[in-house]
């Protein structure tokens, strides 16, 4: 790995070349060349340092239980937070379904108000109503209800 770092680095600088390169000498790009590996190596060198501290930091945490109440508490964040979102979602989704219902049920019943069966109805109620009250004028003296019996 440590190899690898060193290469990628390297070959970074190398695949730039500016106009100063050129104008180096053969001994002076040499020594450059050699500074930079022996920087890559350092570098290399401190982030192995890091990985190996933080892996003790880790470590560390997990004996004195601190990992299991950080992830704990990052996890019950989290979960409210996909709760927060999800409820704002649903909410939309929600009110959008519901103007869409609304809507389609707006626009059924002003078709069927237009439809033919509908003002047939009307008709039919209409003249319901008008034997109904008729009826109330001329039979007030009937001890019963009238009752209609409507066959298609």
Known sequence: MPG???ETLASTHESHPTAELEDLTEAEGK??????????GKIVTLRCALAAKKRHCMELKRKL??????????????????????NVDMKQKMS????????AICR??????????????????GTIKSRVAGGRQNFESSTGPTIFILKR
């Open 96 to 103: 959008a379904a519901l103007s869409t219902m609304g809507s």
């Open 108 to 125: 059924k019943l002003g078709d069927m108000k237009k439809s033919a069966t509908s003002r047939s109805f009307e008709g039919l109620m």
């Open 4 to 6: 690898t770092m060193t």
């Open 31 to 40: 020594e450059l060349k050699s500074e930079l590996t022996k920087l890559d």
């Open 65 to 86: 239980g601190l990992i299991t109440l950080v992830g704990l508490r990052q996890n019950l964040s989290k979960s409210w937070h996909d709760v927060q979102v999800s």
